[in-house]
């Protein structure tokens, strides 16, 4: 694969970029058409690298990109699943180039989805390109590539469900996660689950002079820190009643292991340019994002946020919430226990409303699994060191749906790296992972 | 008088609309050019209505009108104060006019200035007239209107001292305040002081994906919540070390003669559309604004607060916080109390700063003053009955900065009612109180 690399260098870079000038940010209604040309670009890069089919299926959503290449129905099958939707880029001021426009700067490609997850799914699309080529392809082949994942899936697991058949396969691959670090490959063996709500607290009917009125009415802003402020305790554990009723406390032993994982706190914090880290008492850093629930703000506002002062007592205040959940906590149910935790601690004086965005259960993996072995493999001959196998903070509530719909595992081999800031501004991938992630599946598909 | 409003009702409208059309809010530098044509439009208005001169004064910020008509150095001097400059009108989408296109509706003139302070600061230039062209003025009349009220007046104070001479006069006459209702006239007999800051949380310097770090460090929304919440108790009582050294508690007396102002609590919540109430604690709502100091929330922002959802843990977190103050508080004093004790209790995971925005001291004026009394007679004669002496919860800090200054007290004769909404969507003005405004200060001017 590296030879291969080497001489369609430049064709990849220009396929690439093909995807990543395409604003296809899901979440905002007027780049709808650019989902649609995302989709239909897809389609041409499949058909070319080999597929015998491939087209653009629409879902109640955005839609969904379904390619195949059947080598022999007798073979295993391997889906691999990516996403073509992108996070938005706001705030657009603090990107050092047009994240529409990819920019190679120091041996690293910068745009929005450059490695979240055009950049990762473009690795499985030459990857197979090259096996396909090079006749050394022992397995059928299927991509689903979707356009609602930043925004919670909402429609693939209906059409998965309506497209069993089609979708069969032995095993789900699936690059859309980090490695630990550029010299410490990694597989992730799981997920967490995401729970994503937007609440408003509504005070006064209009907003209002805070001389004539401040002191005598609630203010919705300070409610709602209150509100917010009550969510976790000083020990770091989340107050909703039964949030943790369903969390599985992992073993001495479960937990010693993935201490395993080299974690240097003092570079960590470095990185981050933060004194100190903060999490649930009695647990380790990597515990915290790995086996253990949280819950963060992601965005608040409320009143004159524009420059200068304004004296206003605000109608309204607004947050958006998330939890991200660990294996066994289902994502409705602390989506209902949240809602009416939340509704339960609203003082009489305001109004609370509670919307639910998305979510998606976590999941975990058997490490002895043969694509485990063979991912292990693969990855140990390109990076010269055996990968150890980690628990991802992030969530992919999808690849749990399709695990319980379609039956088969999802393996996840991701090549991003702290590093690339994916859904921040300058997201970018660095072509050595670029790289290293070909030739690493090229290899999972020759151990496999 | 009123005959007078009756003859001229279409010019006076015309006048009013040609000042209410600029877009004079001085927060914004893109208004600058806006501020300036509204002071000429002032001198042109203070000229026609029989001023011997009148003039546009550069500060350091925004410009000053003063305009005078010496009748006699003898006889008593009025210096009426007024201000130009509106506050920003976001959030747009919610006028149901346009906040600089000036609409009469049902008996009210809607538009940003609408009352604050441009409709109040108008009365003053017609009942001048008025006196002028009748031959009745008995008095000595200045005139000073800045452009900078609404930012906390930065530079009228140091140009008032630049201008002891020009400004010398027996009272201070303002109309920037409201009545207590329709039916219940009121002079307001004190306002209350400012601190108005701005703060900044710092969490990790970047934003970051809430998966890969949620729950492993400190997310500064979270943060700034829990050290907002923390900033006023159960009781309602504002924790910022030292806050109430200097509040002066009223005599039972006293707060008996401030009870005797009618005040419907059901009509009040009714109004605002809230089950409840909320402040200090052994405090009545009407002692609550009117001689307690206050903490309120004005703007919050931070993290994505776009359409849908975004997975992001943000860098920073802001909000802009004041405090309202009672007579005796020093306004520098409470800022530095405040940015002392929000640093205090950062926590060492995070990075904060706090920037001051603008502020100023309340004050009193004795109601067995004659200017008072004077008020006391005129109002009571266009209204039917005598006016309630009142504390006003809003805060007007430069007024105290003049009293101090020119060694003078000013006299608040506000003619806006609650239903205004000033500084909101849709300020209005009814004719009826612009109208009995006119009335009540050309009657100020007889018997003062």
Not at 156 to 172: P, S, T
Not at 254 to 269: G, Q, T, W
């Amino acid at each position: 694969m590296k030879q291969y690399i080497e001489t369609n260098k430049e064709r990849f870079f220009e396929e690439l970029f093909s995807l990543l000038r395409i604003p296809s940010v899901s979440s905002l209604e007027k780049h709808k058409p650019d989902m649609q040309k995302c989709a239909e670009r897809l389609v041409e890069l499949l058909m070319e690298a080999g597929a015998d089919e491939a087209a653009v299926y629409p879902t109640t959503g955005h839609p969904v990109v379904f390619g195949q290449k059947m080598v022999d129905p007798s073979l295993p099958t391997v889906l691999v699943y990516g996403h073509y939707d992108v996070q938005p880029v706001d705030p657009i001021e603090l990107w050092h180039s047009d994240p529409f426009e990819p920019e190679i700067r120091d041996g690293a490609i910068y745009a929005r989805g450059a490695n979240d997850d055009k950049g990762q799914l473009f690795m499985h699309i030459k990857a197979f390109e090259f096996m396909v080529r090079e006749g050394g392809l022992k397995h059928n082949v299927k991509f689903i590539l979707e356009g609602e994942e930043e925004i919670g899936s909402p429609s693939l697991a209906a059409w998965a469900k309506d497209h069993k058949e089609m979708l069969a396969a032995d095993i789900i691959l699936v690059s859309d996660t980090t490695m630990i670090s550029e010299s410490v490959p990694s597989i992730n063996c799981g997920m967490r689950g995401l729970s994503y709500v937007e609440v408003k607290v509504t005070g006064p009917n209009k907003d209002l002079h805070s001389g004539h009125y401040g002191g005598a009415i609630a203010n919705p802003i300070n409610v709602l820190c209150d509100m917010i402020s009550s969510l976790i305790d000083k020990d770091g554990h989340i107050t909703v009643k039964g949030f943790y009723d369903d969390v599985v406390e992992l073993s001495a032993e479960d937990r010693a292991k993935l201490s395993r994982a080299p974690f240097d706190i003092e570079e960590y914090k470095g990185f981050l340019d933060i004194k100190e880290v903060k999490g649930e008492a009695g647990y380790s850093s990597l515990e915290r994002t790995g086996i253990r629930p949280c819950l963060d703000v992601n965005g608040i506002w409320g009143g004159y946020i524009g420059e200068g002062a304004k004296t206003v007592l605000p109608s309204v205040a607004h947050a958006k919430i998330s939890m991200r959940l660990v294996p066994n906590q289902d994502s409705a149910t602390i989506t209902k226990l949240f809602t009416e935790h939340f509704l339960s601690i609203a003082p009489d004086y305001v109004k609370v409303e509670v919307t639910p965005h998305h979510g998606g259960d976590g999941f975990l993996i058997p490490i002895s699994s043969p694509a485990y072995k063979a991912a292990e493999k693969a990855m140990t001959e390109v990076y010269g060191i055996e990968p150890v196998p980690s628990r991802g903070g992030g969530s992919i509530p999808i690849l749990a749906d399709l695990q319980r719909i379609l039956g088969i595992d999802p393996l996840l081999m991701g090549f991003g790296l702290e590093r690339d800031t994916i859904h921040s501004p300058n997201e970018s991938y660095l072509l050595k992972q670029l790289f290293a992630g070909m030739e690493a599946i090229a290899l999972f598909y020759r151990y496999y």
